[in-house]
């Protein structure tokens, strides 16, 4: 089927991959991209660049991603020879208690209750770039500063999601400001400014990372959600720090993979991989029945012991050796049936608006990264005048005591985002990773899947048709989405096993913001973006 494909619905070109000799950049805005680009261009590395595309992406795609979010950051320096992970998650307030939801059956979605962790992103850019980057500070995020202080082509896809919830942006002042200006959101392709961004990161250039946590602009942040009666303090920003962690590690076929540990859901993206490794995956028909019947019930499975676990490990242990373990898998991977659909206890739906990127750079160098608001636009709130869109992220928090993820001050909560990497003989192979929050794992491998057991190159295998089951997107369903692309018997066949199958559109943005690099067998760089975004893939 993806050899007929010529353009996608934003006039893409859909058949080939990207390649470069040298270096790669991909992200989910092609302004994002050019940032990292450019930023290598001048003498930096993968870590500025990547850095680089972060905070261009918390400017010009504000929907998806902000300096109020959180970020997952997994590389590998050519020189230390193995991956590390950073985690620029935030914690839980002080103030962070059930008590302080008396009366509630959850934590508000939108809103400054909304508003649990403190945000880790910039936190994020100074320990990656304090620790790999080659160019000044102030340099990395020059291109962020400029489009935020001039303004950019706004995006169809933000229009989009800011007229979606325009009636939710108006609830706040500050937020109508920026995002409805005269009421109305910025039309697509005319210039979106937002010179209280520019000023906050003006401010972060010249001072640094604890302008965030410690200076005027966290004082700024913190006292107006006191007076809007929020629950995080200037102490609770001023005692942020983030963590270098040891990556998981797991393999699939002579692939090693590695993914975030917990509080990370990036383990049940590789317990997936280890079920289809056990089931013979690469010896089935790609698009038939099996293929998408083998997926999902392993994908099942692997949601199972993430719904059961996934928490801060400070405050719950997380079995990792047993459910990383091979014979683990394989034990799961004989119950699925490949005729009847297994059923799944019910979960919490999960929001989903992210950004995922990756950067090689020809030093070999590499960084597999993604952040996040949670939801779309986040809590809603700008933290005054600061122009820094807050997360809702602590309000998956449980309000049961008795629950694996309930609320407790200086906590971190189960999250969504998990960038990937998997390496051949000790190297960097494929950098992958995508939006969607329940969507993250299936997305990944649907995409790492059809590369290493269908021999498709990194463009094709984004291409090609995409499913998501369960709750993303908010949507608290368990359906069995799947794109219109694939042909009806196999759909028929899939209700008939009883899946709830829902047909979408045949490049349907449910599916999520996927991109990913992929070093060939000539030593080339090969870079996909998604159709479905605003992406764009440079190499050199």
């Known amino acids: ?67 109020g979010g959180d970020s997952f950051w997994l590389g590998f320096h050519h020189l230390e020879c ?78 989009e999601h800011t007229a979606a919830q325009r009636q939710m942006l108006a609830g706040t002042p500050e937020t109508a400001a920026i995002y409805l200006p005269g009421g109305s959101p910025v039309s697509p392709g005319r210039r979106f400014k937002q010179p209280d961004m520019a000023s906050t990161l003006k401010r972060i250039a ?37 963590d270098w962690v040891t990556p998981l590690t797991g393999s699939y076929r ?10 990370s859901q990036g383990f049940a993206g590789m317990l997936a991989l280890h079920i289809l490794e056990a089931s013979g995956l690469h010896g089935v028909e790609h698009g038939s029945h099996d293929y998408y019947q083998l997926c999902v019930e392993a994908l099942k499975l692997s949601f199972r ?13 997380v079995p990792l050796e047993r459910l990383l373990d091979k014979g683990y898998a394989a034990s799961l991977a004989a119950t699925i049936d490949l005729r009847k659909a297994s059923q799944e206890e019910e979960a919490a739906a999960l929001g989903s608006d992210t950004a995922y990127a990756a950067v090689v750079d020809e030093d070999g160098n590499a960084v597999s990264f993604i952040q996040s608001l949670y939801f779309e636009f986040g809590s809603g709130v700008v933290g005054g005048n600061t122009g820094v869109l807050l997360q809702n992220r602590g309000s998956f928090f449980s309000l049961d005591p008795g629950h694996v993820n309930c ?52 463009q094709q295998a984004i291409n090609e048709p995409r499913w998501v089951w369960g709750r993303t997107w908010g949507e608290p369903t368990r359906e069995l989405k799947i794109e219109a692309r694939v042909d009806d018997s196999v759909l028929a066949s899939l209700a008939g096993a009883g899946h709830l199958v829902r047909k979408v559109k045949a490049f349907d943005g449910i599916m999520g913001h996927a991109h990913a690099i992929q070093r060939d067998e000539h030593g080339f760089l090969q870079g996909g973006t998604d159709p479905r975004c605003d992406g764009a893939a440079i190499g050199w």
Request: with cysteine; hydrophobic share 35%; net charge neutral.
């Open 254 to 263: 002579d692939y090693t993979l590695h993914q975030m540990p917990p509080n």
């Open 305 to 317: 012991d993430r719904n059961r676990f996934l928490t801060d490990p400070t405050f719950a242990e």
């Open 206 to 242: 010249e001072r640094g990372r604890d302008e965030f946590y410690k200076g005027d602009t966290a004082r700024e942040i913190t006292d107006y959600l006191r007076q809007q009666g929020g629950l995080l303090d200037a102490d609770d920003f001023a005692a942020h720090s983030g």
């Open 407 to 458: 609320l407790q001050p200086g906590k971190r909560t189960f999250h969504t985002l998990m960038p990937a990497m998997a390496c051949r003989d000790g190297k960097p192979s494929i950098l992958y990773g995508t939006q969607g929050g329940e969507g993250q794992p299936q997305t990944q491998t649907a995409i790492f899947t059809r590369m290493v057991d269908y021999g498709m190159h990194p």
């Open 1 to 67: 089927m993806s050899g007929k494909l010529s353009y996608g619905s934003r006039g893409v070109r859909m058949n080939d991959s990207v390649i470069g000799s040298k270096a790669m950049v991909v992200s989910p805005h092609y302004l994002a991209t050019t940032a990292g680009a450019s930023v290598m261009a001048q003498g930096g590395n993968a870590y500025d660049a990547a850095v680089a595309v972060s905070a261009c992406l918390a400017v010009v795609y504000p929907h998806m991603t902000s300096l």
């Open 82 to 159: 193995k991956p590390r992970g950073y985690n620029a998650s935030g914690r839980s307030g002080a103030k962070a208690a059930i008590g302080a939801y008396e009366g509630l059956d959850a934590i508000p979605n939108r809103g400054v209750r909304s508003v649990v962790t403190v945000p880790g992103m910039v936190d994020g850019w100074a320990a990656i770039h304090g620790e790999y980057g080659r160019l000044p500070w102030a340099q990395v995020l020059a291109p962020a500063i400029g489009y935020a202080e001039n303004g950019f082509p706004m995006s169809k896809d933000q229009y």
